[in-house]
């Protein structure tokens, strides 16, 4: 079952993550075949100054093979040389 997890700065409005949160479940039932029952999602607000710790570091730049969408911003992967 899809449990997708949206990490984002505050300020978004309640319908803004409404939008959101619909068009997300309306792609992951067209494209994967599930029905909407089977899919969830969540948003974690993260303050701007702990981005880098709480989300980019472990999230990001710590799992960048697992990305399909890498950001713009901040280093690449974490190099073992």
Same mark, same amino acid.
């Given at each position: ?14 319908? !803004?993550? #409404? ?6 479940? *309306? ?5 994967? @075949? +599930?029905?909407? $029952? ?5 948003? $974690?607000?993260? !303050? ?5 710790? !709480?989300? +980019?570091?472990?999230?990001? *730049?710590?799992?960048? @093979? ?6 713009? +911003?901040?280093?690449?992967?974490? #190099?073992?040389?």
């Amino acid at each position: 079952m899809p449990h997708v997890i949206v990490k984002l700065w505050p300020g978004k409005s309640d319908a !803004q993550k #409404r939008d959101l949160s619909a068009a997300i479940v *309306r792609d992951v039932t067209r494209i994967l @075949n +599930y029905g909407d $029952e089977a899919v969830s999602v969540g948003f $974690e607000e993260v !303050q701007p100054d702990a981005w880098t710790a !709480q989300v +980019y570091e472990p999230d990001i *730049r710590g799992r960048w @093979n697992a990305l399909t969408k890498e950001p713009g +911003y901040g280093p690449g992967p974490k #190099r073992s040389d």
